[in-house]
């Protein structure tokens, strides 16, 4: 999901504040599409990283030459980053370098960072066509643990043709990583009442999103200001030219359709071959990708229920209605009286917000569903063990209340640095209540998710608006039709944005679709990476 900076949960991810966004799961266990605070506002997929991934042994650093590259018009003082050599060294997984950038791109002779690299080399050297550039989402899913999973994350043939290079983007993970509260205070953030109707509760949830804010200030306070999608996608661009490539081929879920777009917008000339699945348009507002959210997650928990009532033993009820009254009436519990969870040594109770994360953490994938339903089933015992243990994978968090990576706190940077918001509770209120009449289930949370964003201590710099990218090469971008976090809808708006562009469309369930639909998505996109062949525009699947 996608996270817009909240007190709670956070953003369910594909928005502009949320959770990164899920490219598939099994090997590719989403990680963590979590970064939405379940106000989500962007998501992530993420593989589940085994603990010995390859066995690959270091080896000798090596560089790879390349031809230098002068920075695009319009910039100026970049020379010595464009002109960068690359030294790769064997990683796990593949293999591994550091690409210098500046932190401010106003002031390219000051301070500089290291972004982290990851390449699996094209399995064909003789038929290889060039790099693929990949992007999970989030904002603050890792492209490095992405890129292990090639095999998983593209098609044979372009796995076979294409080195795949993913990057931890600038405060993400390995790449100068955002952080902002201990493990102990991310607990009480993301514990805190997503739904409050109380002053003292309103007071509480504002006060949360400010310890965030002013945590990720006091910690940060050279990058804090720096980590924008804007300042990203200037990233991509120096990544691209120590590559040696000419155009920047790119596959860019959830939030990284975010990303993509934003390249596309600031160099649409050097777009190669781009595929956005599962879209964040950058001209939504924080309301709108709050409002988009929650109608997408009722709708995904509608799909939920259906399939769980085919069950003589749904754990929600007969039928779709009832189910959905009683999931709404199971959070409203939870707010009452949390369940107790005795698995983690941290978090003791399973609260409405532990309780609404877990069931929206099944909501990205189908393969989940069975597991929300005895995870649901146990909690109508009075055990909140396994929901708590569905919330702690979306949250990449352990049950020993150890947080696994930074995603939790970058998604909130950046998103905040990208979209601002309100913590006016009036507003917020209306916000809520206008949004429960389209989403009974959600609406609430979602609205209540993003009030980090209006206690930033950063204001965006760029205004939002649409991106048209003319002069680019064609765009695929693909949506999914019961997509919770990234509503289809949104899929449709870009593509209708973008001067060159096709849409596919595949009717289903689950967050994005290529490599975890079908052959009617994989294989034109496939095609489209490999022999430059656009999909046919208007393609239903």
């Not at 929300?372 to 994978?393: P, Q, V, Y």
């Not at 290529?514 to 525009?537: E, H």
């Amino acid at each position: 999901m996608t996270r817009t900076g909240s007190p709670g949960p956070g953003p369910l991810g594909g928005g502009s504040a949320g959770r990164a966004g899920r490219a598939g799961r099994g090997l590719l266990a989403a990680v963590v599409g979590v970064v939405a605070s379940l106000s989500l506002s962007s998501c992530l997929v993420l593989p589940f990283l085994p603990s010995n991934d390859s066995g690959s042994k270091p080896s000798a650093s090596r560089s790879t030459p390349v031809t230098p590259q002068t920075p695009p018009s319009g910039t100026t003082g970049l020379d010595a980053y464009y002109s960068q050599q690359l030294t790769w060294s064997s990683c796990t997984g593949g293999e591994c370098a550091k690409l210098k950038v500046p932190v401010d791109y106003s002031k390219p002779s000051g301070n500089s960072i290291e972004l982290a690299l990851l390449r699996v080399v094209a399995r064909d050297s003789g038929e290889r066509i060039g790099s693929l550039v990949v992007n999970p989402g989030g904002p603050g899913g890792s492209g490095v643990d992405y890129a292990r999973y090639a095999n998983q994350i593209v098609g044979a043939e372009v796995r076979k043709r294409f080195d795949i290079v993913g990057f931890d983007p600038r405060g993400v993970g390995r790449s100068a990583p955002i952080d902002c509260l201990s493990d102990k205070d991310l607990d009480a953030f993301l514990g805190t009442d997503p739904t409050p109707d109380t002053p003292a509760e309103e007071q509480d949830s504002i006060s949360e999103a400010k310890k965030l804010a002013d945590g990720c200030a006091a910690k940060n306070p050279a990058l804090i200001a720096h980590v924008s999608t804007v300042d990203a996608a200037k990233d991509m661009d120096i990544l691209r030219a120590a590559l040696g490539e000419t155009k920047l081929n790119y596959l860019g879920k959830s939030y990284g359709t975010f990303l993509g777009a934003t390249y596309a917008d600031l160099f649409p000339t050097l777009v190669g071959r781009f595929v956005l699945d599962g879209v964040v348009a950058p001209d939504l507002t924080s309301k709108e990708i709050s409002l988009g959210q929650a109608k997408g997650f009722e709708l995904a928990t509608r799909s939920y229920v259906a399939d769980c009532i085919k069950s003589p033993d749904c754990p929600v009820g007969q039928s779709v209605d009832e189910g959905m009254t009683w999931i709404q009436d199971f959070l409203k519990g939870l707010d009452a009286q949390p369940l107790p969870v005795t698995d983690d040594q941290t978090v003791t109770q399973l609260n409405e917000a532990w309780g609404s994360i877990g069931i929206a953490d099944a909501m990205y994938e189908q393969a989940l569903w069975k597991q929300l339903n005895d995870a649901l089933r146990d909690a109508k015992g009075g055990d909140g063990n396994a929901l708590m243990r569905l919330a702690d994978d979306y949250a990449r968090r352990t049950p020993g209340g150890q947080y696994q990576s930074n995603i939790m706190e970058v998604i909130y940077a950046v998103n905040c640095s990208d979209k601002a918001d309100t913590a006016d509770i009036a507003q917020v209120e209306a916000n809520a209540n206008a949004a429960v009449k389209e989403a009974p289930t959600w609406g609430r949370f979602l609205a209540w998710g993003s009030v980090a964003c209006g206690v930033w201590p950063v204001k965006p710099a760029t205004p939002i608006h649409k991106v048209t990218a003319p002069g680019s090469g064609p765009i695929v971008v693909v949506g999914t039709t019961r997509d919770p976090a990234t509503p289809y809808e949104w899929s449709v708006r870009l593509r209708n944005q973008l001067s060159n562009a096709t849409l596919i469309t595949f009717d289903g369930d689950g967050h994005t679709a290529y490599m975890r639909s079908n052959s009617c998505v994989n294989t034109p996109i496939d095609d489209y990476y490999v022999n430059g062949t656009v999909p046919q525009d208007g393609l239903k699947c």
